[in-house]
């Protein structure tokens, strides 16, 4: 049945899409899929290559659904165009007619075909996924002998050594047939023991990382140094394996010398991976924070499964295995079943008091009872359920720590990139133009990418694991490359991970561009508020264009922009207001500039310089250097005092008092010749008067003077108040001004003249 449908597959590989023959081909072989599906015997590989064809042709009728919806609405916009039919028209005009009626009722006819075909291949694969369950739970059921069984018919007949185990088969497949071979494995593990000791003299001559600063770095040397510490199993075990590749694989299977070559060196990387991660040899640091004890317990722990997994490796997947009888296999392997459990249980077990954390007792829990169970089922003859719980349950702990390890690896490898840990990293933010307290634009959405991607594969794996077999890549890519729709739009999950990237990735082009704009622009002639407009202005033009790149690379069409304005139409009649207004301050601010980066303003009572123009606020730093974020659309709705708008020129206002009787017009003189001795003052401009001395007022207790100058950066206002302050009392003093303090005249009336001050009034 499977070669008949086989002769069918032209219909199915038309690259240029759907027709109403192909259409029709296609439901027939939907017919026949659908009849071998129900009631013929189809094996699970079988299933899974059926499940993989009609998930293509569900994806070729979702394309032809897409397309003849296109033409027909072409057609009836083109119909309309050309208005309805009238007595008398141009016989040219009502061919043409014609032929656009003929083409909407052949897109129409298609459209439904297709519409059939996408709905008959979504009942044809839940009719393959309910076989596959079939499948899966019959052969997951299917009972063997029990283990306790076999042992009681030992028990009741006694076996011979020969019913139990072929030794003459073992030794032909021993892969030693002349004594060279055994020479030459003897060498070659000499070798690799010289190979392995001469290195492990520089072990302690390397310098300690800190696991804080440079967490892959560290990591990357515990694994090197625990790599020098194994290094001679290392290498016995690689030359080994490499031989026995060059000698190449015989038509029965490898031998059991080639067999124990490659367990060795698996079980030495393990080894290594183990030491890396819970006790990297000195100097490296250990990076796991937990406390030395339980790290060395959980080592244990690892090593003694390793160390069982090496010898069921070597008992049921060697030519010992093929040599046994079926009775001592299945006996060997129940009981090496317990010791793998039992190893493996103890050290899930320990995850909770290695983490030195609670909220994973209930997995904790769930992991041991699935292995009791697998253990369990081994041992009453289910040994394909128990084989498909236990391996799923160690690959995803596998998954799971791998997962974790790619995370934090990955995101202290992003932060290394933020901070500039290496020389490497360095040079790529200076080309970037990124300075040594700035972010790398652009790495936000390549984390958030980055976790997607493991998570996704991490979903992967579990159906892979857990699912039906072939299903888990048939759903994943139906998923991704088909996507699911949501409302009027279509989500694509492939296209949304690829416009993230882009997004990413062109953020930081735009840093980088913007950097060169930047120094270019600096060696002109032009203000630097004009330079940073205009580098302001096209970074965020960069940006919008960056984000609609990236919308219509994730699937988004920009005629559906249209909708999202709509929308965001309500909100702004709602409830964003506020931040219309204060990003259309913000593009008032850039090209009318009233207020510039450097200015020392003062609004709302608030006084500083401005150290950021954005498109949503301003920064001002204040006199305390504290950093204010003000609302863009409070610079421009309020009164604003920009003391540096046109010039950097400004007046400044020094108040003087005198005693009564000095000489005034020496006091006009030393308060002229104070001010001209200062090097900020302005005198002789034709912009701004000289410095000159007014007469106030003639005040309760001295003779009132004002001292006007201006000055030639009024950023240094109280600077220059200050000095001309500590120049004013100076000169008075050589002078002999008097600066007077208040007075006031008190007079006592004593009980014998208060009569007489009463008469006065």
Not at 113 to 124: I, K, S
Not at 271 to 288: M, W
Not at 368 to 376: E, H, K, N, Y
Not at 477 to 506: D, E, K, N
Request: proline share 4%.
């Amino acid at each position: 049945m499977l070669a008949a449908l086989s002769t069918t597959s032209s219909v199915w590989a038309d690259p240029t899409g759907l027709d109403a023959a192909g259409t029709q081909a296609a439901l027939e072989r939907l017919d026949r899929i659908e009849q071998i599906v129900r009631h013929g015997p189809v094996p699970e590989a079988g299933l899974a290559a059926l499940a993989n064809e009609v998930s293509e042709t569900q994806a070729r009728a979702q394309d032809c659904i897409a397309a003849q919806q296109a033409q027909s609405e072409s057609s009836t916009q083109e119909l309309d165009a050309l208005g309805p039919k009238i007595p008398g028209e141009a016989g040219q005009t009502r061919r043409v007619k014609a032929e656009l009626e003929r083409q909407r009722a052949q897109t129409t006819a298609l459209l439904a075909d297709c519409r059939l075909l996408r709905v008959r291949t979504g009942d044809t694969l839940q009719a393959i996924e309910a076989r596959e369950k079939e499948e899966i739970t019959r052969r997951l059921l299917t009972a063997g002998p029990t283990t306790l069984g076999l042992i009681q018919g030992w028990i009741a007949t006694a076996p011979t050594f020969g019913s139990l185990f072929d030794l003459a088969h073992l030794r032909g497949r021993l892969g030693a047939e002349d004594s060279a071979t055994l020479y030459g494995l003897g060498a070659l593990a000499l070798i690799g023991l010289l190979i392995g000791l001469l290195p492990r003299r520089r072990m302690h001559q390397v310098a300690t990382l800190d696991c804080d600063q440079d967490l892959l770095g560290a990591v990357g040397q515990g694994i090197a140094l625990s790599l020098w510490r194994y290094l001679p199993g290392l290498a016995i075990g690689g030359l080994w394996s490499v031989y026995w590749l060059v000698r190449g694989r015989d038509p029965a299977g490898w031998p059991l010398l080639a067999d124990l070559a490659f367990a060795l060196l698996g079980y030495q990387l393990a080894l290594v991976c183990i030491r890396a991660a819970f006790n990297p040899p000195s100097p490296a640091n250990r990076c796991l924070r937990v406390p030395a004890d339980l790290s060395r317990r959980f080592a244990h722990a690892l090593r003694g499964l390793a160390l069982v997994a090496l010898v069921g490796a070597l008992l049921l997947a060697t030519p010992v295995a093929e040599s046994a009888g079926s009775a001592l296999f299945l006996v060997t392997r129940s009981i090496w079943s317990v010791f793998f459990t039992a190893n493996l249980i103890w050290s899930v077990w320990l995850i909770r008091r290695l983490r030195g954390k609670g909220g994973i007792g209930v997995v904790r829990l769930a992991i041991a009872v699935a292995l009791l169970g697998a253990l369990g089922a081994e041992w009453l003859g289910y040994r394909n359920l128990s084989v498909f719980v236990g391996l799923g349950v160690v690959l995803t702990l596998t998954a799971l720590l791998l997962v974790w390890l790619v995370s934090t690896l990955g995101d202290d490898f992003i932060d290394s990139l933020d901070e500039g840990r290496h020389a490497w990293q360095q040079r790529l933010r200076a080309r970037l133009g990124v300075g040594s307290q700035e972010f790398i634009p652009g790495l936000f959405w390549l984390r958030i990418l980055f976790h997607l991607l493991v998570w996704l594969t991490l979903g992967l794996v579990m159906l892979e694991i857990w699912g039906p077999p072939g299903s888990a890549q048939s759903t994943l890519a139906r998923w991704a490359g088909q996507g699911f729709s949501l409302g009027q739009f279509r989500i694509l999950p492939a296209r949304v991970l690829a416009g993230i990237l882009a997004l990413g990735l062109l953020l930081s082009l735009i840093s980088w561009i913007r950097k060169r704009v930047d120094r270019r622009l600096a060696t002109t002639h032009l203000e630097h508020g004009v330079r940073e407009t205009a580098v302001a202005v096209t970074g965020y033009g960069l940006m919008i264009a960056a984000g609609l790149a990236a919308l219509s690379i994730a699937g988004f069409g920009l005629g559906n922009l249209a909708l999202i304005a709509g929308a965001l139409s309500v909100g702004i009649g709602f409830g964003l207001q506020n931040i219309v207004n204060n990003f259309l301050s913000g593009l008032i601010l850039l090209f009318e500039r009233p207020v510039r980066t450097g200015d020392w303003v003062v609004v709302n009572g608030i006084e500083g310089y401005v150290r950021r123009i954005s498109i949503r606020s301003t920064q001002i730093e204040t006199f305390d250097r504290a950093d204010v974020i003000v609302p863009n659309s409070d610079l421009i709705s309020n009164s604003v005092t920009n003391w540096m708008l046109r010039d950097r020129f400004g007046r400044l206002r020094v108040p003087i008092g005198v005693a009564y009787g000095s000489d005034l017009q020496c006091v006009k003189e030393t308060l002229l010749r104070v001010a001209a001795e200062h090097p900020l003052v302005v005198r002789g401009s034709r912009v701004v008067p000289d410095p000159y001395v007014l007469f106030l007022s003639f005040g309760d207790s001295a003779l009132d003077f004002e001292l006007r100058v201006f000055i030639r950066d009024i950023g240094k206002r109280l600077t220059v108040l200050s000095d001309l302050n500590f120049a004013i009392d100076a000169a008075f003093r050589e002078a002999g001004i008097e600066i007077p303090f208040p007075q006031r005249d008190l007079h006592l009336v004593t009980p014998s003249t208060l009569p007489e001050a009463l008469g006065k009034r």
